[in-house]
Every structure is written in C-alpha cells, then in structure tokens.
C-alpha cells in the first residue's frame, strides 16, 4: 500500500522558514516524479513543485521560485520541501503528492502538514 | 497565460446530466486532468488524458478538450458525485497548474 506521511510543519513568523518532509513507502520510490500541493484555508488547490524521480528535472509554481526548494533522498525514500521567506498568504496544509508513472496526473496523496504563518 | 478558469458552481438534480467547464488559453493543444476532492478526503483523479478514466471511475465521467475549452460532463449525475472539481494541466517547461475549482452540488 502507498503511504505518504508528511512532516515538518508548523507556526512561524512572517520571514520564517520551515523544512517539510515527506516518507514514502509501499513502492519503488526512487521511480517515481513526486510533488508538493497545498492547499489554504477556504481556497482551491495550488501546485507546489515537481522533481522527476531521479532528481534530474525540477519545476515551480511562479510565485514559489526562489523561495521553495524541492529535494529527495531516493536511498531512504524522503520527499523534502524547504520554505523559506515565508509570507502570510503561505499559511495553507501541504501535501506531498506521487504522479502516476506512466502520465501526468497525481494518483496518490499525503494527508497533509500544516503550515501556519502569522505574526 | 498559464491560468485556468472554472465556474466557482455547478448545481444539478440526481439523475440528471452536468457539464463543467475549464477554461485556457489554447487548452485543446494540451492534456487535462479533473480531480473530484471530498472534504477530509485526498483528491482523486476522474480524468487524465483528456477523457481517459482511470479504473474503478465509474462510465458516467467523461471529458472532451478542444479549442481553448476542456470540459467535464458527469451523466445520470448521483449524490455520491457531490464535491470540488478541479481541472489541471502538465506543461513541460513550467510544470502543473490547477484550475479555480467548481463546487458541484447534486440538489
């Protein structure tokens, strides 16, 4: 069975920076494209970020570069999401997401961890 | 423009047919996902490819996409079917993009 089982989150000020982590498990993680996907309080989903499964291709929403980076560690099957400058319009649950492997859809999903940023 | 766009409602009587729409610029040209998300459910993939439906989605999920419009048409709509539709797309040089979200009521 896949399980994605998040990490990490928390409350910090506006400027702050969190590491969100990600285990994975019940398949060949390493094969793989995983994601990050949030989601705020009352609004739709938002695409995070995106790392294929050998790290060699890495994408971002717009308004995340510079300031989110996406990593993975393929030997202990760890998804990580480092957030920094963190804003108040951050505050959302986010999930670390599987794609699917032969597709561009998401077929698996995480429960979530919550980041909240407020002063 | 990366945006999509949907109605933020749908509303239909049980049995009946529904229809909703995404909208982008030149959507046709790429491939659209729908996810149907419960409230304190992870989202589910319906649609992928346009109109392809993953196994165990039942036949009453369909999807088309042409021109600058993707659409999801649920018939003999149930009450089961109630929830957030979101649309998505895949864009190899600036990766997903989530479209606004539809509430979907079954009356």
């Known amino acids: 069975e896949v399980q994605l089982v998040e990490s990490g989150g928390g409350s910090v000020q506006p400027g702050g920076s969190l590491r969100l982590s990600c285990a994975a498990s019940?398949?060949?993680?390493?094969?793989?494209?995983m994601n990050w996907i949030r989601q705020a309080p009352g609004k739709g989903l938002e695409w995070v970020a995106y790392?294929?499964?050998?790290?060699?291709?890495?994408r971002y929403a717009a308004s995340m570069w510079g300031r989110f980076t996406i990593s993975r560690d393929n030997v202990k099957n760890f998804l990580y999401l480092e957030v920094n400058s963190l804003r108040v319009d951050d505050t959302a649950i986010y999930h670390c997401?599987?794609?699917?492997?032969?597709?561009?859809?998401?077929?698996?999903w995480g429960r979530g961890t919550q980041v909240t940023v407020s002063s | 423009s990366n945006e999509l766009t949907q109605p933020p409602s749908v509303s239909v009587a049980p049995g009946q047919t529904a229809t909703i729409d995404c909208s982008g610029d030149?959507?046709?040209?790429?491939?659209v996902s729908w996810y149907q998300h419960k409230a304190g459910q992870s989202p589910i993939v319906v649609i992928f490819?346009?109109?392809r439906r993953p196994s165990g989605i039942p036949e009453r999920f369909s999807g088309s996409n042409s021109g600058n419009t993707a659409t999801l048409t649920v018939a003999g709509t149930q009450a089961i079917d109630d929830g957030d539709y979101y649309c998505?797309?895949?864009?190899?040089?600036?990766?997903?993009?989530f479209g606004t979200g539809t509430k979907f009521t079954v009356l």
């Open positions: 997401v599987r794609d699917d492997s032969g597709f561009f859809f998401h077929d698996s």
């Open positions: 019940g398949f060949t993680f390493k094969d793989y494209s």
């Open positions: 790392m294929s499964g050998r790290g060699s291709t890495v």
């Open positions: 030149n959507l046709g040209y790429k491939s």
């Open positions: 490819q346009n109109n």
């Open positions: 998505q797309t895949w864009d190899s040089a600036t990766g997903y993009v």
